[in-house]
């Protein structure tokens, strides 16, 4: 499939998954905060940032399936990754720095069509996601304070992100019939 097919299934099922926190309950955003994002997109307050987040999020993981193989979207991707590593560096966010390094990095490991087209790779990246955020948390996790069951708490108050994850990448995986 056509990079910018895949762009268009990714932003569609972001549309979605803004939808679906609408629909569930998970935020209290109507059309009418909608309208305000578009006339101030770069405000901060509100549910913006979790919209933006779970829109990126979705369109993100609709392409990650790709990032396996040398191209213009690669060469982007660890463009824009190293942008933002440079942020999460210099304003203190450890967790999410190692975070976003090993996820990352995951793609340059196998193949093309390898493990990135698996229909697990979602909830692998969620759990290893869990896992990093969790081990960050607690300050001293190898004498015993890394609790899995913090995993677990996480899913529950976050389970729009992992569906977010899933969503995009079974995008991705339909548009190139790999379902």
């Not at 996601?129 to 996790?141: G, K, P, V, Y």
Request: one cysteine or more; charged letters at 10%; aromatic letters at 16%.
């Amino acid at each position: 499939m056509q990079f910018k097919a895949h762009v268009l299934g990714g932003l569609l099922a972001g549309a979605g998954m803004v939808s679906v926190a609408q629909i569930s309950g998970y935020t209290s955003a109507s059309v009418s905060d909608l309208q305000k994002i578009l006339e101030r997109p770069y405000q901060t307050d509100g549910d913006l940032p979790l919209l933006s987040g779970l829109f990126l999020l979705t369109l993100f993981m609709s392409l990650f399936p790709d990032l396996d193989s040398a191209s213009v979207l690669q060469r982007w991707f660890y463009r824009i990754i190293l942008i933002i590593l440079i942020g999460l560096f210099f304003t203190g966010q450890t967790g999410l720095f190692a975070a976003v390094t090993f996820v990352s990095l995951l793609p340059l490991l196998h193949r093309h069509r390898g493990w990135t087209h698996s229909k697990f790779t979602p909830f692998i990246l969620a759990i290893l996601f869990a896992a990093i955020l969790e081990f960050n948390r607690s300050a001293n996790a190898l004498t015993g304070q890394f609790s899995p069951g913090n995993m677990v708490d996480w899913f529950y108050t976050y389970w729009i992100y992992v569906l977010a994850c899933v969503a995009g990448h079974y995008t991705h995986l339909l548009m190139d019939w790999q379902f």
